[in-house]
């Protein structure tokens, strides 16, 4: 009989034993499940959609400038006098990005002047650039359009021909 009084004793210290420990908050173990994410953004990306064209413009004996504005495509005479005609349009660029990433135009990432030449290379320049926008951000689609206008120079008596580069008009975007 004591055996089993023994015996039941031990039980009933045990039960309390484990339920003491139980009650105990340092023997619990909990966890939980947390997240790792990055918002990866694709590839930046310059499209060139047009190029910049000054239309057809008819030379005059004094020479001057003509002015294409980004914003509208339209071409005006900043000195001189020149009759206008065909379609003029800006450069149009499309940029491409995440959305809300900021870019900008900075002065000496595109050339201050380029040289356009015709089929006999006679030669005309264009300079001062303007870009709209010349900073902004990528839109909600993930895309933003820049257009480039500038100004040609035109000589006096310039010979007449299709003048063209294809190759100095490069503008760097900076992403920021």
């Known amino acids: 009989m004591r055996t089993l009084k023994f015996i039941f004793l031990t039980a009933i210290l045990t039960g309390i034993f484990h339920m ?12 939980i499940d947390g997240e790792a994410s990055i918002t990866l953004g694709i590839d930046l990306r310059i ?3 047009t190029d910049l064209h000054f239309g057809n413009i008819m030379s005059q ?14 071409v005006t005479a900043s000195s001189g006098s020149f009759q206008f005609m065909g379609t003029s349009t800006a450069a149009t660029f ?3 990005g995440l959305p809300g990433q900021s870019f900008l135009i900075s002065s000496g990432s595109y050339p201050t002047q380029i040289t356009l030449k015709n089929e006999n290379n006679y030669t005309m320049t264009v300079n001062n650039f303007q870009f709209d926008p010349s900073s902004g951000q990528i839109g909600n689609d993930g895309t933003a359009i820049l257009k480039l206008g500038g100004t ?3 000589a006096a008596n310039q010979p007449g021909g299709n003048y063209s580069n294809t190759s100095d008009l490069t503008v760097t975007i900076t992403y920021q």
Do not use: H, R
């Open 20 to 31: 003491s420990a139980a009650q105990n908050p340092s023997s619990f173990a909990t966890s």
């Open 47 to 49: 499209e060139k959609l």
């Open 61 to 74: 004996s004094s020479g001057g400038s003509v002015t294409l504005n980004p914003s509208t495509g339209n």
């Open 94 to 96: 499309m940029l491409t």
């Open 152 to 154: 040609l120079n035109i």
